[in-house]
T-cell receptor, first 115, second 113 residues
Framework: DTGVSQNPRHKITKRGQNVTFRCDPISEHNRLYWYRQTLGQGPEFLTYFQNEAQLEKSRLLSDRFSAERPKGSFSTLEIQRTEQGDSAMYLC?????????????FGPGTRLLVL | GNSVTQMEGPVTLSEEAFLTINCTYTATGYPSLFWYVQYPGEGLQLLLKATKADDKGSNKGFEATYRKETTSFHLEKGSVQVSDSAVYFCALGRFQGAQKLVFGQGTRLTINP
């Protein structure tokens, strides 16, 4: 069990550019979540997948954001036409579907800075 | 909607002091409750959880009891150590189904030797 990994760990980009982040969950975890955390705040839910199906999206996820999990394993989160307000830590978590006993395991996050 | 309110920080204590970090919640139904911890430079780690009223979660000397009557899940530790310095997040999730977690704003704890 190698844990949840995220790449890159840091990303600096200019306003208007597109960025893509990758999350590799713990193997055999069928649920994968994306959260966003701004400075001094707790993480906020963005979206989640059960296997390859994206089952829920937050209103925070504007149409510039898209997430995929094509084979039910790794996931990507893409932000198009980045804005300075997108600067945040993007967290990925995975879990095995166990009802009330479900525990989410978080990755180290990708810190995005939009200049 | 669901929300979590945490005691504002930062909190600074001396080693071996008693710790309480308050957490209250608003939720429909019967949520599960969690405390996560984020050590410097690391990702969020689950510290403890409780899934129904009057349950007590415990780990590493930390405890929290799910109090439905006061909608609270306060974190306590009898004797803190320097290594407990971190940011602590209270969170709630749905009792069943996908745990779309709702987090509090976090409380930064610093323990001085």
């Amino acid at each position: 069990d190698t844990g949840v990994s995220q790449n890159p760990r840091h990303k600096i980009t200019k306003r208007g550019q597109n960025v893509t982040f990758r999350c590799d969950p713990i193997s055999e975890h069928n649920r994968l979540y994306w959260y966003r955390q701004t400075l001094g705040q707790g993480p906020e839910f963005l979206t989640y997948f059960q296997n390859e199906a994206q089952l829920e999206k937050s209103r925070l996820l504007s149409d510039r954001f898209s997430a995929e999990r094509p084979k039910g394993s790794f996931s990507t989160l893409e932000i198009q036409r980045t804005e300075q307000g997108d600067s945040a830590m993007y967290l990925c978590a995975s879990s095995a579907n166990r009802g009330a006993q479900e525990t989410q395991y978080f990755g180290p996050g990708t810190r995005l800075l939009v200049l | 909607g669901n929300s979590v309110t945490q005691m504002e920080g930062p909190v600074t204590l001396s080693e071996e002091a008693f710790l309480t970090i308050n957490c209250t919640y608003t939720a429909t139904g019967y949520p599960s409750l969690f405390w996560y911890v984020q050590y410097p430079g690391e990702g969020l780690q689950l510290l403890l959880k409780a899934t129904k009223a009057d349950d007590k979660g415990s780990n590493k000397g930390f405890e929290a009891t799910y109090r439905k009557e006061t909608t609270s899940f306060h974190l306590e530790k009898g004797s803190v150590q320097v290594s407990d310095s971190a940011v602590y997040f209270c969170a709630l999730g749905r009792f069943q189904g996908a745990q779309k977690l709702v987090f509090g704003q976090g409380t930064r704890l610093t323990i001085n030797p």
